[in-house]
């Protein structure tokens, strides 16, 4: 990852903001760039879009019908968690959270006497 200012982020912010509002007819060299990127790029948004939320503090399997990518839980009790997805296992301590993307899986197993709070993505 490039390093960056906070002055050099927010000018690029500033440019597309004002492109955006009007304010300045300029495009962007960042928006720019996406618009010519060819169209058969297959450009994946996949982990983004919400499709399930829970919570709770015992063991359980949740299935899907359909093939999901995005994971997030934050461990809101005092002892570790572990949750497995396509046969990776990753444990989340007391007070820790855990974002991420992964090939296609219909399954997440999460282990735990700890309350967590859970998000599937698309």
Known sequence: ???????????????????????????????????NLPTNQNVSMSGRIIKDSFSGSTTITKTYQTSVQGFSIINDGATDITFTINNLSFTVMSGEDFNGVFDPFTTVTINTTSPYRAVIRQ
């Not at 492109?19 to 996406?34: C, E, L, N, Q």
């Open 1 to 35: 990852m490039a390093n960056i200012s906070l002055g050099q982020l927010y000018t690029v912010w500033k440019n597309v903001s004002d492109w955006v509002t009007g304010t300045s007819s300029s495009k962007p060299a960042v928006v720019a760039t996406i618009d």
